[in-house]
């Protein structure tokens, strides 16, 4: 196979016949798991109040704790909708990724562990060259922001 141009391949048959297939961008997903000092109700409040928001990452938050609510993030660098919260324990949201058909979604669950919190991260739909900036960006921003804060 011999990449043509993004989203086409190529591949070359004995006959020298070229066959075009066309696929269409591939989506990833991205289980992350994390352990913050604090309990689910502070990390909640931290993730959903925009004055909290903007403590921990020294930018500007727009957010709601109202499902079919758009949200901003990071001074407008993450946007979306929120879907559902369970106060203290679940965030789901849908991120935008420009014209993307797919919906991106996370969700944020939080557990209780003794002075800590467990946090599953779970994202669906990145699309395959925002990858890496956004598995990067949960490591170092979103939750490592959030840990140093609490944790200082």
Not at 8 to 28: C, F
Not at 29 to 46: V, W
Not at 68 to 88: A, V
């Amino acid at each position: 196979m011999h990449s043509i141009k993004k989203g086409l391949r190529a591949a070359v048959i004995p006959q020298k016949a070229l066959i075009l297939v066309v696929t269409e961008p591939t989506m990833n997903e991205l289980r992350k798991y994390y352990r913050i000092k604090g309990t689910p109700s502070e990390l909640y409040a931290a993730l959903t109040n925009p004055f909290s928001i903007t403590l921990w990452t020294g930018s500007q938050a727009r957010m709601t704790e109202e499902p079919e609510t758009e949200f901003s993030l990071f001074d407008g660098d993450i946007e979306g909708k929120n879907l559902s919260f369970e106060k203290d324990s679940k965030i789901v949201q849908e991120w935008y990724f420009g014209d993307q058909e797919e919906k991106s979604i996370v969700t944020i669950t939080l557990r209780p562990d003794r002075l800590y919190t467990k946090i599953e991260l779970h994202h669906l739909n990145i699309p395959d060259e925002a990858f890496e900036d956004i598995a990067h960006g949960w490591d170092t921003y979103y939750f490592g922001g959030l840990k140093e804060f609490f944790e200082k």
